[in-house]
């Protein structure tokens, strides 16, 4: 890989940036390592020291849903960018565009495909599950549940449900009588 005259850690917080400036979505801390990994540019502890220190700076914000944590840019990195992206040689834009391409759908799933919890005065958990498409809400969910461990099963199976129960919810709502 060919880098210009600057530091490996500024190179990676940079294509940590040029990666979301990219995406119309926030990404995950999973997904941005996942890339850097794939790639085989460095350890999995660099990239968190890179995006610990993109969260100090104010480059990024951080959202945290359940058990992923999202980032997002802020203006400075947007500043940031614009001025500094001809930093990085062609062949990394390569490699993230290509990664960004190839694992889009996925990537959009995962952000936009959420679910948590919480307790309610009386005891009860409420599941909150939702299925985003941009700024959209295809399908939103609050389902009352006694147990806390049911209110955590039902969030850890959205993921992988979310697509069958919207298409029901869709197939039998949409039926003429």
């Known amino acids: 890989k060919i880098y210009y005259d600057m530091d490996t850690k500024t190179l990676y917080k940079l294509m940590i940036l040029y ?38 700076d104010n480059f990024i914000r951080e959202m945290i849903h359940r058990n992923s944590t999202q980032y997002v840019l802020t203006d400075e990195a947007m500043e940031t960018i614009t ?7 062609i062949e990394v834009k390569e ?6 391409v190839e694992h889009h ?9 959420t ?9 009860d958990y409420i599941v909150h599950c939702m299925v985003k498409e941009g700024n959209t809400n295809l399908i ?3 389902i009352s549940v006694p147990l806390e461990h049911q209110a955590d099963v039902m969030c850890a199976n959205w993921k992988n449900s979310s697509a069958d129960i919207y298409e029901f ?4 709502l949409m039926q003429i009588k």
Request: net charge negative.
């Open 95 to 100: 490699d993230i565009n290509s990664y960004l």
């Open 83 to 89: 001025f500094f992206s001809n930093k990085l040689s």
């Open 169 to 172: 919810v869709m197939k039998h």
């Open 105 to 113: 759908y996925e990537l959009k799933k995962e952000i936009g495909t």
């Open 19 to 56: 990666m979301l400036n990219k995406v119309s979505f926030p990404l995950s801390n999973t997904q941005i390592t996942n890339f850097f990994l794939e790639k085989q540019y460095t350890t999995y502890f660099t990239i968190q020291e890179a995006i610990n220190s993109l969260l100090a």
């Open 140 to 142: 939103e969910l609050n």
């Open 115 to 123: 679910s948590d919890y919480h307790r309610t005065t009386d005891g």
